[in-house]
């Protein structure tokens, strides 16, 4: 079963490449946690999207701690991936195609059901249990699995996050709601950033159960087939805009739940996300780990005798 992990982006807001910052005191990062509470779930190999560019400081960090625990393979996100230059003009774009691009790097190398995270988010142990256990008794190529987090789980007090509000029915997830959302007068507020949303762009008090995604999916091989229609398709239609335009792994995976193609079941989960989102998080981070290290979640030596 693999895990893959989206590291090919750049923090701009917290400005470096924050998944090679060290979190604790140990010189962990987020994903050493990530990776940890995978193996423990029963993922046998972590698939790294990175940028070509980055693979020696990986290598050196993250790569040489986790080789010996679990299988590692690098996967390289390039501009130029799965794009018919014969056909689009991409000699002015500077960076990859977004989230969904990014899952379509792998086509070639993974084999079976599979879940992805990004690179900078920690997501709790028992999430990582949940998408493995519905992966590994999963036979319906059509049936992917989304967890949903509380939004109340997901705030950082340094400034508004971006968050994809799920519409949810009987348990299914039926699309998003691309949001900004921030804590105002001791109130969550969301305000919709979706380019088609009939709202008039005012914020509005949510729930603090609100359910929303933080990218962690679980799949099968049939997302190949979508993405690589889809971005057929996406590079056809901002043939004009290919400088900016971004394939987003919501935006898809909506298309295709309104073409009644696939399912995605939401299951819950109570974990709190912690996040690099601004440099100011760091703090709330490292004690957020410590806590979790205290309570026996975690040892104090994270990767002793792991193997």
Known sequence: ????????????????????????????????????????????????????????????TIGKRIEDKIKVEY?????????????????KRVKPFGTAHAILCCKDIVKDNFAIINADDFYGATSFKHIFDFLNTNKNQNNFAMIGYKVKNTITESGDVKRGICKINNGELKGFDESSIKIEDNKLVAKSINANSSSNGSYYEIDEDTLVSMNLFGFTKKVFELLENGFKEFLENNKDNLETCEFFIPTILTENIDKNIINIKVIKTQEKWFGLTYKSDFELVRKGLENLTKNNIYPKLLWENKK
């Open 1 to 60: 079963m693999d895990l893959v992990i989206l590291a090919a982006g750049m923090g701009s807001r917290f400005g470096g490449l924050k998944q090679l910052e060290p979190i604790d005191n140990n010189g962990n990062f987020i994903i050493d946690y990530s990776v940890f509470d995978a193996i423990r779930a029963g993922f046998t190999r972590i698939i790294f999207i990175i940028k070509k560019q980055n693979l020696e400081d990986f290598k050196n």
């Open 75 to 91: 996967v390289f996100q390039d501009i130029e991936s799965f794009v018919d230059k014969t056909k689009y003009d991409i000699s």
